[in-house]
């Protein structure tokens, strides 16, 4: 088994395939619009996608602009090479940074945490450089 993706429900598609492209350097890899039970999908991720990774799905149900959050949902996490450096890069790109890039609470792990424009939280988890990094065009790779 592996993990195939994660789906939000969004309250406007485009605005959110705008911030996971623009903000987080994702790729729309395809879309599809389902008329006759009023939804629209969209998949993103990086590197190409499944099967290689995991993809965030963003469903849009037509006419529904928010959702309540709840207590049970956590978060995304990303690996990201530099924190700071993603976060600045966040910031540049118009994103919104809601923890700055630091050690985590008993720990020495550097994390940060940003928010999409639905309100869902992204923490960025620092890592080392691998093997197989995202694209240069990413605005979470470091310089």
Not at 33 to 50: C, D, R, T, V
Not at 95 to 110: C, F, I
Not at 122 to 127: G, H, S
Request: glycine share 12%.
């Amino acid at each position: 088994m592996r993990l195939l993706h994660t789906m939000l429900r969004v309250g406007n598609l485009q605005r959110s395939i705008d911030f996971y492209t623009q903000v987080l350097g994702m790729q729309l890899l395809r879309t599809s619009e389902n008329p006759e039970y009023k939804y629209s999908l969209a998949f993103l991720g990086f590197e190409g996608g499944n099967p290689g990774q995991a993809e965030i799905e963003l469903t849009y149900n037509w006419g529904v602009e928010s959702y309540e959050m709840g207590t049970a949902y956590g978060h995304i996490a990303l690996g990201v090479p530099d924190a700071y450096a993603a976060c600045e890069k966040i910031k540049t790109a118009g994103g919104q940074v809601t923890r700055e890039a630091g050690p985590v609470k008993g720990g020495t792990t550097v994390i940060a945490f940003v928010t999409d424009p639905d309100g869902y939280k992204i923490e960025l988890i620092q890592r080392g450089p691998t093997s197989n990094p995202v694209a240069t065009n990413d605005p979470l790779r470091s310089a």
